[in-house]
């Protein structure tokens, strides 16, 4: 699955994938994989990214808009 959302989400929040890799204790690539799908999302670190971008775990999902 593609998480085209949370790539959407960092760049209209001006972060660079370090930035977001570093605030979920991770390594870049690692979270460079959750961008592309090649990788999927824990539970833990999605939830770590509604927090910082203030969004519903639906919503990264894809599930809902709002």
Not at 25 to 42: D, L, T
């Amino acid at each position: 699955m593609y998480f085209k959302r949370i790539y959407d989400l960092r760049t209209d929040n001006d972060l660079t994938q370090q930035q977001v890799a570093d605030y979920l204790m991770c390594n870049r690539q690692v979270y460079a994989r959750y961008e592309r799908g090649v990788r999927e999302i824990p539970v833990s670190m999605l939830i770590k990214l509604t927090k910082l971008y203030n969004v519903s775990s639906d919503y990264i999902l894809g599930l809902t808009d709002k």
